[in-house]
């Protein structure tokens, strides 16, 4: 076995087939000597007789590695428990794991030499739109495939990428809608990151608040990754005293960003704030207690109360610790590779076009968010949620979207 490719092999009692539409089946199903390696592999991918090598690629250092950590989890229990059914056409999966450093240069070079050196038949990871969009053109010039495990802005839809994550209509719209017509906000501050994620979703979100709400956005700020000193903003939220708060801080500003909100007497209790970034994972590192009556939204929580995600917080915490949280952006990676194996096993190849020629329509029905289904845009018909932080750490559910919400990237209008 190469240097950093491994192979993880499930533990007992980690099975947790996903039903994948008509293709489920029992383990084992497709045997490799039924899809020889010639066949199944024309396009000179990391393809074996036994194995099929794919890549992981996120931030294992830096600011956003309190995001992203729990994707390369994720990624890795889907991949056992894939493995532990009999792998991807008789073939196990193995993966080579690349750190992005929260830098986003680096993403793309990590995206090239996964697809030129190891040659993996899929990428899975990235998380800002930064990261994304600086490994967009290496995936698409190498004809890569990357599953983006991560709620963003839309605007974009690429034949080389699988967003398995919410796009604007599904999370920032439909918070904001919540936040008028349960809540009465009609004014807003909005607080977040520099870069293209926060600003995008913003001019998004104000469109939305001026012309669809007939509300006013009173405050809009901004800070660099990794910021920590968020003394002025708080001042001025207090000074303008907005109905609703909507940040779009993401990583480990979270915890300087809340913790100084607390400091200065605005905390659940008195004050009106929903996140677009704050899930379980950044909670653990800023407290209960800091976020305690404070919202988010996203369409999923690790406290969902179905079969399908009490099987999955079992598996996780089987193989990542009983202390592990799960975040939405965690349970979105997860679904990657299955949706992959699917598309996979529908195409009887590995080959990066005929693949995506046979993702449209795939379903997963017992995914832990509930059910999910790709739509030709690659992205997924999925619901929103809004969930309250209690000082535990985990969110209590408060409204769920009465149906699948259709992926639109770009929104008419905005």
Request: overall charge negative.
């Amino acid at each position: 076995m190469t240097q950093g490719v491994r192979r993880f092999l499930a533990g007992r009692g980690m099975a947790l087939a996903l039903s994948v539409g008509v293709l489920a089946g029992s383990a084992g199903a497709y045997a490799n000597q039924d899809y020889p390696t010639d066949q199944v592999n024309t396009t000179g991918l990391a393809v074996t007789d036994d194995t099929v090598t794919v890549g992981i690629l996120q931030s294992l250092t830096g600011t956003m590695a309190i995001s992203e950590m729990g994707a390369v989890e994720a990624f890795r229990l889907a991949i056992a428990q894939i493995n532990e059914e009999g792998g991807v056409l008789g073939r196990q999966i193995e993966y080579v794991l690349e750190d992005g450093a929260s830098d986003w240069p680096t993403f793309a070079d990590r995206a090239r030499k996964l697809l030129r050196q190891d040659n993996v038949a899929t990428i899975f990871g990235g998380y800002t739109s930064a990261s994304r969009q600086a490994m967009l053109p290496v995936i698409e010039r190498e004809n890569g495939l990357l599953f983006y495990p991560t709620f963003y802005e839309g605007m974009e839809q690429s034949p080389n990428v699988v967003y398995t994550g919410q796009e604007a209509t599904q999370q920032t719209i439909a918070a904001l809608n919540w936040l008028a017509e349960e809540k009465g906000a009609e004014t807003f501050y909005l607080i977040g990151s520099d870069y293209v994620w926060p600003r995008t979703t913003n001019n998004i979100a104000r469109t939305h608040i001026e012309e669809v709400l007939g509300g006013e956005v009173v405050g809009e700020d901004y800070y660099a990754l990794g910021h920590t000193s968020f003394g002025s903003a708080v001042n001025r939220v207090r000074l303008r005293r907005p109905d609703a708060i909507v940040s779009t801080v993401v990583g480990g500003s979270n915890v300087a960003f809340f913790r100084q909100l607390n400091a200065s007497g605005l905390n659940g209790s008195n004050t009106l704030l929903l996140s677009l970034a704050t899930s379980e994972d950044e909670v653990l590192g800023i407290g209960g207690e800091n976020v305690e009556g404070f919202y988010s939204a996203y369409k999923y929580f690790m406290s969902l109360e179905n079969e399908n995600n009490e099987a999955f917080v079992a598996a996780f915490k089987e193989m990542h610790g009983s202390d592990s949280v799960i975040g939405d952006n965690t349970q979105a990676a997860y679904l990657g590779p299955w949706i992959w194996k699917a598309a996979v096993e529908r195409a009887g190849s590995f080959d990066v076009d005929a693949v995506n020629d046979n993702l449209a329509g795939i379903e997963l029905h017992n995914a832990p968010e509930g059910y999910v289904r790709v739509h030709e845009n690659r992205h997924l018909w999925t619901r929103a949620r809004i969930g309250k932080w209690n000082a535990d750490g985990q969110a209590t559910v408060v409204w769920e979207s009465d149906d699948l919400i259709e992926p639109d990237p770009f929104p008419e209008g905005y």
